[in-house]
Structure formats: C-alpha cells, structure tokens
C-alpha cells in the first residue's frame, strides 16, 4: 500500500491527451504522462483494503476481477510512493514480461475491481505501472537475463504476438534453445500490424525483441508455418526437429457479414486497413497490395470494440471525412450498480480516445444490405433492434458511405494450413483444445495458448498464457520446474 491517508488527502488524477486536432497531424502516441511527484501522489492513494482484488484471483472464469497476470499492484504501488523505482520495476517484471504493453493498451480490469473504484475514484494503476517500466527502460535497468546453464532442448514457438514472445523469453530464461517462426517480416503479432502507432509506437517492441535476442532467442522473420505460402515449412517437418512446438498464432479468422452488396469494392475487414497503416509508418512495403485509405471519405466501421475504435482513429489520422461507428448491441448504462459489479468488470458506457476525436456512435443498428455505384459501395442500408436483435419496423434508415471496415471480431484461429496438418483437436468454438492445466494439445509435445487456444481475447491474457505455457512445456522437458506462472 502506499500512504495511510492517502486515498482520504489526494484526488486520483490520471494521464492527459494531447488536444484532439495536434494528435491528428500524426501517428505518434498522444499520452502526456505524469510527472514524478504526480505519479508518486496518486501511488500514495493505494490503500490498505484487506483484500487487494487488483492482484487478480489467479481463476480464468469470464469476468474474474483483477490482473490476469496478478501483478502485485499494492507492493509496486507502495514502493513508488517510497521512490524505489527500481525495485518498482524489479516487482512489476516478475509477474509480467512487458508492463511497457499493458501500460499502454490493457482497459485495466485492475482498476475496476480496486476498492476505491466503489467510489468511482479507482487507483491510477496502469498510469503507474506504464511509469515504472518506462523509467526502467530510459534507466537501463532492463537487461538481458541470459540462462547460467543450457538445457541442451530446442523448442518452436509458431507466431510472435504476446503470448509467443512471453512463452519464448521464459523459455529461454530456463536455458532452452528458443526458435520463433514468424509470417510476417517483424515480430509483434497485432501489437505490430493491429494496433496503431498512436496507441503504441513500435520501437516498444523493437527492443524488447533486442533484449530477446541477447538472451538467446532465435527469430525466423517470413517464414510461415503450414499453408501454400511459397516457402512455407512443413509442420510435421518442425515437430520432429523440436523438443516441444508451441501454437501462438492467434485468432485470425475474422467474423464476416454476408448480406446482398458484400462483394462492392470498398469494403474491408479491418486487419486489411489496420496492418498497412502500421506499415507505412514503420517504411514496410505493402508488397503490391492495393491501398485502403480513408481520406476524404465517408466512413462506416461495423463493429463497436477495440478493433472498430482502432479503425476509426486511424481513418481521422488518413483524413475522413466523416467516421461513424455502428453496433448492433444496444448502448450500455452510463454508470454501472457498484453492488451488482464489483470488484467485476462491469458493462458501462465507455468513449475511446479515438470516439472522442469525433466518431458518430449508432447502437442497436443492424446493417442489411450494401448499396453501390459502378462496383463500389456508396450506401449501407440499416434498422434499429431490439434486445433480441430484431429488427424494428419503421426504424429503416441509411448511411452515405465509400469505406466500410468490418470490425466485428475474429471467430476462431486459422484452420487451413498450420492446425489442419498437424491435426491438432479444435474445441466446440473453433479453437484449438489444449487445458489450461498444462496447455498441451492432442498431439504429442504440441502445445498451444493465448488467442489460438482461449479465443480471442485482451493483450495480457496472452502474456498470461504464454508464461503459463512455458512452465508447462519446461516441465514436459525436465520433469520439473522454476518458471514462474
């Protein structure tokens, strides 16, 4: 914890934006953080609450309160307040790989369930943690932990996002030979090609790969695993070569909406719009891809999530004209019934930085049909729901529109290719079936976590599986284990 009276004396006072029309001139991350007093002020708030639900409950229940990767939020709480930011950020490394990741893109499931978000006045925690691990990085006090013995095992790690990069570092640290297998020309995952720059620069990610590489990990960039890709490596062929594989591809089948008009030029899936953008700010080619840009447009996002908000921030950055976002469930409460939800997550009305820049927000609106002109979408027909998603006679209305984003979510992994050859079993949602006792799948020395295995989900439930997945498969190699969980 941090001050006694400290939650009773000082306001919680957050992170600012940049205004709205400076940020929109770039794709450079627009959060002005606190200063050093500030940040220590609203670590002194962390009080003494008996039962600090921030931690997480360590269960993988939907909705379970707190951190999924139980950070020890009141002990790096406390020792900033004490201005021991180094051993801040030794605490904040031991329970997760990239804090400088969720400090900047987790929604914080540990400030909703901290005791003083009863009042609405949570804790500054992902502000502090953010703080933490950049002070440790500008300090150097984020090193390489090269392993003291070698193991001699050689494991594969198919997919660099989060949860591969997770299970790849702790399985270097426990002495193993780590190769990772990447499709695309840099590691990241959707923290490289999903998430834009403004949210998070991706020289964030370039020397967390660094400190990889020094401790030993191997990187294999354009090299896809399965499938007709010319070139791509032979699974089968990959599991005879490595002690253990692990399947950290993540979820990439995206939800479609198959209504007349779906095949107009003009309408996108968002992981076809998001990656280029990323790509153009980082000088990658597109590789002949025909561009999906926004500028002056009359956008529509199908889809009111993280994906959908994503969309919409980068369409004002290109230049829209206009952006509005629709979703087909109807709009939540502004303000949730704290002795229904806490410490859980609960159901509110949340804006984005990227709504706030000046999307129009539909709720309850279900798209039925595309309209278009000379093979090219210029309208999108619409009703109102109800709670049951049906539609509302005489609530008929339509949008002007020349791009349209489909942001509705991803379904399941992949199967073509990588699962199909290797005949891994896949759940009843599509994804492939590994438990979360020791995350091995139905095939021998197979093993899978983060999206791939639990759907998708949010940045640190893969860094979460993907530590979890190491231990599991540093325990198959050695008979035992030290990893943490």
């Not at 540990?110 to 609405?120: F, G, P, R």
């Not at 703080?131 to 440790?136: G, K, L, P, Q, T």
């Not at 090193?143 to 193991?151: D, G, L, V």
């Not at 998708?456 to 190699?477: M, N, P």
Request: hydrophobic share 35%; net charge neutral.
């Amino acid at each position: 914890m941090g001050k006694i009276t400290g939650f009773l004396e000082i306001e919680r006072h957050d992170r600012k934006y940049q205004p709205v029309a400076d940020r929109l001139k770039n794709f450079n991350e627009f959060v002005i953080p606190l200063s050093e007093k500030d940040t220590r002020d609203q670590a002194a708030r962390c009080m003494n609450c008996g039962i600090p639900y921030c931690h997480g409950t360590g269960s993988t229940a939907p909705g379970t309160p707190g951190c999924p990767v139980n950070n020890q939020i009141p002990d790096f709480n406390d020792l900033v307040y004490q201005g021991n930011w180094e051993e801040a950020s030794r605490n904040l490394h031991s329970t997760n790989n990239f804090p400088e990741f969720t400090g900047r893109i987790c929604p914080a499931p540990c400030e909703a369930s901290c005791t003083l978000n009863i009042d609405d006045n949570p804790v500054t925690i992902k502000t502090i943690e953010c703080a933490i691990v950049d002070r440790a990085w500008d300090n150097g006090w984020v090193k390489p932990e090269i392993a003291a013995q070698k193991t001699g095992k050689k494991v594969a790690v198919i997919g660099s996002g989060p949860a591969g990069l997770a299970a790849a570092q702790q399985l270097a640290r426990a002495g193993h030979e780590v190769h990772v297998y990447e499709k695309f020309a840099k590691a990241g995952g959707l923290l490289r090609y999903g998430i834009p720059d403004f949210k998070m620069e991706k020289g964030i990610i370039d020397r967390r790969v660094k400190q990889m590489e020094a401790e030993g990990v191997t990187f294999h960039y354009g090299k896809a695993v399965g499938g007709a890709t010319p070139g791509a490596i032979d699974p089968q062929e990959l599991a005879r070569q490595y002690d253990a594989v692990a399947l950290t591809g993540g979820a990439e089948a995206p939800r479609d909406l198959p209504i007349p008009g779906r095949d107009l030029a003009g309408i996108h899936f968002a992981m076809d719009f998001l990656p280029q953008q990323n790509r153009r700010v980082s000088g990658e080619p597109l590789n002949g891809a025909a561009d999906i840009l926004a500028g002056g447009k009359h956008v529509v996002v199908i889809g009111g999530g993280d994906t959908g908000s994503d969309c919409i921030g980068t369409s004002f950055r290109q230049g829209a004209k206009s952006v509005t976002q629709l979703e087909i469930m109807p709009a939540p409460p502004e303000h949730e019934n704290k002795g229904v939800t806490w410490p859980n997550w609960p159901l509110k009305m949340r804006t984005s930085s990227s709504q706030a820049e000046g999307a129009v927000r539909e709720f309850a609106v279900l798209t039925t049909k595309f309209e278009g002109t000379d093979g090219k979408v210029t309208k999108l027909h619409c009703v109102k729901v109800d709670d049951k998603f049906k539609p509302l006679p005489g609530t008929e209305f339509t949008l002007d529109a020349e791009l349209v984003l489909l942001a509705m979510g991803f379904v399941h992994p992949v199967h073509e290719g990588l699962l199909k050859t290797l005949g891994v079993e896949l759940d009843q949602r599509g994804n492939v079936r590994a438990s979360l006792q020791d995350y091995q799948t139905s095939r021998a020395k197979i093993f899978s976590a983060g999206d791939m295995r639990r759907g998708q989900s949010l940045v640190v439930w893969a860094i979460r599986e993907g530590r979890q997945c190491a231990r599991s498969i540093d325990s198959f190699l050695m008979g035992k284990t030290d990893l943490p969980g």
